[in-house]
């Protein structure tokens, strides 16, 4: 295998795991502060509607992003209202909204661009344009290491740029700053918040909303940058495997990059070597797509080791002593 | 000219649906003193702190601070007027270290670094000023419970309190522990901070406050001079009625051995060794009390005797050897062997909650002929039965239906009591049994225990509260850290031997003498 070939599917894994990372920083957020999400599939999917649907009628994919995180932020919103200040039990609002956002695409893609419930192809110039870092095609002669700098460093998207730089944003609000350190406390201890004066509702809401933001985006990836538009069911249990590589993180940013790039990984190997040929026997092409999957059953079951969730996790808080 | 008042409370009344928590309540607490309040479970005392902390809106009633009318929708304006609560159940986030926990909510600006240095330097200040030594990198699971309190004060403090509520702080503090925490508090009074000290123990009113108001029933009904009342009549005015203080008991009669334990070890799921090869003898007509602070290894001798942990070594009971892996061993087993068992979590081993009276007062003892032939059971004598229970033990109220979790922490302890000695167990095994109780409760329930013993059978007590060891045991064996350290006559002995065994000191006489 030449160094092209692990160039290539190392740059698909970065594509790959741009959509998985945006996601799990955004359940790390809220599973931070003690709002289980099972719905981070749901709000991607919602964004990537909206970002295509808007991006395609105005030809403007900028505002096609605010609409994915505007429709994400409106599907947050419910699971805050129904988690958080009515009390409800977190799985179940979540898996409710998985359901809504899927039913609810589908229905208005048909209603509006009338062609089976996705959205027309957006225009490549409609779309988020790859960006050629600095000095990328003088360095590209420079042996090793301007191929990876060239081929795998450059040439991609505003938005997994962003994605990437969220990592360690994220790590130094949780760790350096005030609503960091709040944030982990309420996820822990709530009570401890609330008797130290602090708003719990409000720290969960805020948690939920910037969840909300990074599933926008998420979404928006897919659909404006990763593909050309809107498809029923586009995410494909996206939202599942970033809550799997949160886990496996143990709910940690930096953790999170590794195991959505191990997640991208698999994923890109899985799209690139369709047919192995091990002496005469076919590894079938439906058991490569399934290895990301079942590696990821197999990792958290095995390999994870003890994962230990925010205490107050899943739990709403009710004042009590 | 007279003194303004620290805290002034004037007409507090707080209802939750039906139930008046509080009802018309009026208190002055002075500056620079400690004031105790004390009154059985449920009088009210928490719910009035709850209110002066911002947890819960009072219905009617004014709050005064400092000669200023207040108003104090949330905690947030509570740490405004300067008050700091210490709660029953510690606040505080486990894996945060101690200074992110001081800081967390009183940060000085939106970076963390400039308050954690600040915290870091106001501690050292505080811990030299109050003996409120806590290593402020360290996480707060790895610290003793009596370092976390420490923690709960500290916070108050770096908050500028100056009126301190402390909610029964020393229910959780062993004998040593619980004198630092008063030369703590006694230091801060020295400073001129107001403490409110809510507690049921009697002896602690009488040690450090200055003034102490009793509630019953939602109401206040005294406040007088500490120096100016004693126990007997504190105990009056909390019940309502005059109350033994001292358990009435005649000298044991100890008769042939009935539990004969030797070289028992316990090891717990995640391989620590629990028990380390425990010798202990109960004979038939005598209280032996395990006292000890809780966690070394008393819960788990309880659970391998009643027959919910395997164990190697010996446990004989009329001098026939005990099954401790085998099928034998299980409560059933040890039930039908004439062991009787009041477990120390009455909330999770010795009750099902959300099930009626008459259905907990026959679990354990289900399989017999009294509840029904075969598959079915007889419920309406079951009802009855338990009916007659619940009145021999003075169960209020008397209702079988009732669910247990609506009957009080004293009754709920009646109802499980009256299971167990009424199947005239040999042996009765007791953990706790006045954990969370009334005081008018403890005293029946102490009466049925000597009772028991009265009656030829043999009793073994476990219980963290050193003054309920100290008065219902014929004989004492205190441990520590999985194993017995020494046996005691409780006329021979005193809290601060049995404290210092507690602390795992082998030989605190000699220690004592030098």
């Known amino acids: ?321 | 000219m007279t003194e303004t008042a620290a805290i002034e409370l004037k007409g507090i009344s707080k209802a939750f649906g039906p139930v008046q928590a509080n009802k018309d309540i009026s208190i002055k607490v002075m500056p620079g003193t400690i004031h105790g309040i004390i009154g059985e479970n449920g009088a009210g005392k928490s719910t009035l702190m709850s209110i002066l902390y911002g947890f819960y809106k009072a219905d009617r009633g004014e709050i005064w601070i400092n000669g200023k009318k207040t108003e104090i929708p949330d905690s947030q304006a509570a740490i405004a007027a300067g008050i700091g609560m210490v709660f029953q159940h510690f606040k505080l986030v486990q894996n945060f270290s101690v200074l992110e926990n001081v800081i967390l909510g009183a940060e000085d600006g939106a970076l963390l670094r400039p308050s954690l240095n600040k915290a870091r330097g106001v501690l050292k200040h505080l811990a030299e000023e109050y003996e409120l030594q806590v290593d402020p990198e360290a996480l707060i699971e790895d610290l003793s419970v009596g370092h976390q309190q420490r923690v709960e004060i500290l916070k108050a403090l770096y908050r500028e309190a100056d009126i301190l509520i402390l909610d029964e702080p020393t229910g959780v503090l062993t004998p040593a522990e619980a004198d630092h925490l008063f030369r703590i508090l006694n230091g801060l009074r020295e400073e001129g901070k107001t403490i409110i000290l809510i507690t049921h123990k009697l002896r602690e009113i009488m040690e450090i406050t200055d003034t102490v108001s009793v509630m019953r029933r939602g109401e206040m009904t005294a406040t007088v001079k500490t120096a100016e009342t004693n126990p007997e009549q504190l105990a009056e005015l909390m019940v309502g009625r005059k109350v033994l203080l001292q358990v009435d008991k005649v000298p044991a009669k100890p008769a042939e051995p009935v539990l004969e334990v030797s070289n028992l070890r316990h090891i717990d799921e995640d391989g620590v060794e629990r028990l380390k090869g425990i010798d202990l003898t109960v004979r038939a007509g005598e209280i032996v009390g395990i006292a000890g602070v809780s966690g070394n290894g008393q819960s788990e001798l309880m659970h391998v005797l009643g027959g919910y942990g395997h164990a190697t070594g010996s446990i004989k009971m009329n001098g026939q050897e005990l099954d401790l892996t085998g099928k034998h061993s299980d409560g059933r087993s040890r039930r039908d062997r004439g062991i009787g068992h009041v477990p120390e979590d009455r909330h999770h081993e010795g009750l099902i909650l959300n099930f009626s009276a008459w259905e907990n007062s026959v679990f354990g003892y289900h399989h017999g002929p009294e509840t029904g032939s075969g598959m079915l059971m007889d419920i309406k004598a079951m009802k009855q039965e338990a009916q007659a229970k619940m009145d021999r033990f003075d169960v209020r109220p008397p209702h079988p239906w009732l669910a247990a979790k609506n009957f009080s922490g004293g009754n709920q302890q009646k109802i499980v009591l009256a299971r167990e000695i009424e199947r005239n167990p040999d042996l009765l095994l007791i953990g706790q049994p006045t954990r969370g109780v009334d005081i008018g409760a403890i005293e029946f329930i102490h009466q049925q225990i000597v009772q028991l013993r009265d009656a030829g059978k043999a009793i073994l007590l476990v219980s963290v509260e050193l003054d309920e060891i100290m008065s219902l045991s014929d004989r004492i064996a205190v441990m520590f850290d999985g194993q017995i350290m020494g046996e005691r006559l409780p006329s021979e002995t005193d809290q601060t031997e049995l404290g210092l065994l507690m602390a795992g000191v082998t030989n605190p006489k000699e220690l004592a003498h030098g």
């Open chain 1, 1 to 321: 295998m030449d160094l092209a070939v692990i160039i290539q599917v190392l740059d698909s894994s970065i594509r790959l795991s741009t959509p998985l990372l945006l996601a799990c920083l955004a359940g790390l957020f809220s599973e931070r502060a003690g709002i289980f999400d099972i719905g981070l599939e749901g709000k991607m999917l919602i964004s990537a509607f909206a970002s295509a649907a808007f991006a395609f009628t105005t030809g403007n994919v900028w505002i096609g992003l605010m609409a994915g995180i505007g429709a994400s932020l409106a599907l947050s919103a419910i699971h805050g209202l129904a988690s958080i200040t009515f009390r409800g039990n977190q799985l179940i609002s979540g898996v409710a909204l998985n359901f809504l956002a899927s039913g609810l695409t589908v229905l208005i893609a048909q209603n509006w661009f009338k062609q089976g419930g996705r959205t027309p192809t957006i225009p490549e110039e409609q779309r988020f344009q790859d960006i050629t870092l600095p000095f990328a095609d003088a360095l590209r002669d420079v042996p090793v290491f301007g191929p990876i700098y060239s081929d795998l460093i450059s040439g991609h998207s505003a938005l997994a740029y962003i994605a990437f730089l969220m990592v360690p944003l994220t790590w130094w609000v949780l760790f350096r700053t005030r609503f960091g350190l709040r944030l982990r406390a309420v996820g822990e201890a709530p009570d401890a918040v609330d008797t130290a004066g602090v708003s719990v509702i409000g720290l969960r809401f805020a948690a939920v909303g910037t969840c909300g933001v990074l599933c926008g985006i998420a979404g928006a990836y897919l659909a404006t940058s990763l593909q050309a538009g809107f498809v029923k069911e586009m995410t494909a249990g996206r939202g599942y495997i970033a809550l799997a590589a949160l886990i496996f993180a143990k709910w940690r940013p930096w953790y999170a990059l590794m195991a959505c790039l191990l997640f991208g990984f698999l994923q890109a190997v899985a799209l690139r070597f369709q047919n192995i040929r091990l002496g005469d026997f076919v590894i079938p092409v439906q058991l490569m797509e399934a290895l990301p999957y079942i590696l990821t059953v197999v990792i958290l079951a095995g390999f994870v080791g003890k994962a230990i969730p925010p205490r107050a996790g899943g739990e709403p808080y009710v004042k009590e002593r």
